[in-house]
């Protein structure tokens, strides 16, 4: 039987995506999006706007989605190194002409829009690593982990620059996991190991007074509670009173008497916890488990060494965001500007991470096509 025809052109663009989408991935994000959404709801109850801006982002992200499932991994090839170049432009541009919000300058204002060319770096910089290392195949030497590094090196700079220290770590956990599993000598991985902590004065000298207070308030967040400390202590003290079964949904105290700093963003889980509770804890973290566990076994059976590096990188990226998040609000990791994938309100992120979930879907269905 033919498939039941669809209103406009949209029917037959969507029927023609469809093989390529992968049905596991999509329902673990389409799950997550709607628990987002959900949370996102009682969270900005006093900005009503936000939920229906966040439901058009969804739907930009969804739309990219299935655009980038559907190209094949060879012109993901192609793009990789223009989209790094492009990257790393707009990340020069932002420290001349950027927007400052803040005290952060991190954004360009193209009057319809801004955007964060940040952003565009946590795929851009596995992107093209992944190309980098496809070339050298079975011909790794150590001057190319030394090219590797200089390729990541240099956006993180320019985003550390801004400042951003939570996205530039971000971006460099991403191409560290492309250098890994290209086959990063483990004596080399001991020597950068020891080089970091080496280098953790020096990175303590260069922070901003503000960085350095968030490292300090992790320590000890009653040192100050009604100022550096509030945040950490209000997230901790909304994921306690969560209890078990959670105060249930729209009825989290700390939430509505706006204890929450950055509720629709940033600290979302802590709204999530307290509504929710440790139950909604634990089923929340199995749909990650499950989201980086499918993209681990789409990398795992990629049938190239391109496809699966992109693939690993892409699946520990997702891991990352998450894990940083969750240990932010739970006061285990100093506070960062890391959202939690499909649940914080935000563009950028989502379609970020929509590509990234499309990039997936593309080495999956490039992995069918080989084997037919």
């Given at each position: 039987?033919?498939?039941?025809?669809?209103?406009?052109?949209?029917?037959?663009?969507?029927?023609?995506?469809?093989?390529?989408?992968?049905?596991?991935?999509?329902?673990?994000?389409?799950?997550?999006?709607?628990?987002?959404?959900?949370?996102?709801?009682?969270?900005?109850?006093?900005?009503?706007?936000?939920?229906?801006?966040?439901?058009?982002?969804?739907?930009?992200?969804?739309?990219?989605?299935?655009?980038?499932?559907?190209?094949?991994?060879?012109?993901?090839?192609?793009?990789?190194?223009?989209?790094?170049?492009?990257?790393?432009?707009?990340?020069?541009?932002?420290?001349?002409?950027?927007?400052?919000?803040?005290?952060?300058?991190?954004?360009?204002?193209?009057?319809?829009?801004?955007?964060?060319?940040?952003?565009?770096?946590?795929?851009?910089?596995?992107?093209?690593?992944?190309?980098?290392?496809?070339?050298?195949?079975?011909?790794?030497?150590?001057?190319?982990?030394?090219?590797?590094?200089?390729?990541?090196?240099?956006?993180?700079?320019?985003?550390?620059?801004?400042?951003?220290?939570?996205?530039?770590?971000l971006v460099l956990a991403a191409g560290f996991f492309v250098i890994f599993f290209a086959g990063l000598p483990w004596v080399w991985l001991a020597g950068i190991g020891g080089g970091?902590?080496?280098?953790?004065?020096?990175?303590?000298?260069?922070?901003?007074?503000?960085?350095?207070?968030?490292?300090?308030?992790?320590?000890?967040?009653?040192?100050?509670?009604?100022?550096?400390?509030?945040?950490?202590?209000?997230?901790?003290?909304?994921?306690?009173?969560?209890?078990?079964?959670?105060?249930?949904?729209?009825?989290?105290?700390?939430?509505?008497?706006?204890?929450?700093?950055?509720?629709?963003?940033?600290?979302?889980?802590?709204?999530?916890?307290?509504?929710?509770?440790?139950?909604?804890?634990?089923?929340?973290?199995?749909?990650?488990?499950?989201?980086?566990?499918?993209?681990?076994?789409?990398?795992?059976?990629?049938?190239?060494?391109?496809?699966?590096?992109?693939?690993?990188?892409?699946?520990?990226?997702?891991?990352?965001?998450?894990?940083?998040?969750?240990?932010?609000?739970?006061?285990?990791?100093?506070?960062?500007?890391?959202?939690?994938?499909?649940?914080?309100?935000?563009?950028?992120?989502?379609?970020?991470?929509?590509?990234?979930?499309?990039?997936?879907?593309?080495?999956?269905?490039?992995?069918?096509?080989?084997?037919?």
């Amino acid at each position: 039987m033919n498939a039941p025809a669809l209103p406009g052109r949209i029917g037959p663009w969507l029927r023609s995506r469809l093989p390529q989408i992968d049905p596991i991935l999509l329902a673990v994000v389409g799950v997550l999006s709607l628990v987002g959404l959900v949370t996102l709801y009682s969270a900005a109850s006093d900005h009503p706007g936000r939920f229906g801006e966040q439901l058009r982002n969804l739907a930009l992200a969804a739309t990219l989605m299935i655009v980038v499932a559907g190209v094949p991994p060879r012109m993901l090839k192609r793009l990789a190194l223009p989209v790094y170049v492009v990257g790393l432009l707009l990340l020069v541009a932002v420290l001349f002409a950027g927007v400052s919000v803040k005290g952060a300058q991190r954004w360009l204002d193209f009057g319809v829009t801004r955007v964060q060319p940040a952003e565009i770096m946590k795929l851009g910089v596995p992107l093209v690593l992944a190309w980098y290392f496809d070339r050298r195949e079975g011909a790794v030497r150590g001057m190319d982990f030394l090219g590797a590094a200089v390729l990541v090196l240099i956006p993180v700079l320019l985003i550390a620059k801004q400042p951003d220290l939570g996205t530039a770590a971000l971006v460099l956990a991403a191409g560290f996991f492309v250098i890994f599993f290209a086959g990063l000598p483990w004596v080399w991985l001991a020597g950068i190991g020891g080089g970091a902590l080496a280098m953790l004065p020096i990175a303590w000298a260069l922070m901003h007074d503000y960085q350095r207070n968030r490292v300090l308030t992790l320590v000890d967040p009653m040192s100050d509670p009604l100022g550096k400390g509030f945040h950490t202590l209000q997230s901790m003290i909304a994921i306690g009173s969560g209890g078990f079964f959670g105060k249930g949904w729209m009825q989290g105290t700390q939430t509505h008497l706006e204890f929450i700093p950055e509720r629709t963003s940033d600290f979302i889980f802590a709204v999530y916890s307290e509504e929710f509770g440790l139950i909604g804890n634990v089923a929340l973290l199995a749909l990650f488990l499950v989201l980086v566990g499918r993209a681990l076994a789409i990398a795992h059976q990629a049938a190239t060494p391109f496809t699966r590096l992109l693939a690993s990188a892409i699946a520990m990226i997702l891991f990352t965001f998450a894990f940083v998040n969750m240990a932010m609000v739970s006061g285990i990791l100093p506070v960062v500007g890391v959202p939690l994938p499909f649940i914080s309100y935000g563009g950028t992120a989502l379609v970020t991470l929509g590509m990234a979930c499309g990039m997936l879907m593309c080495v999956q269905s490039d992995r069918k096509f080989v084997q037919m």
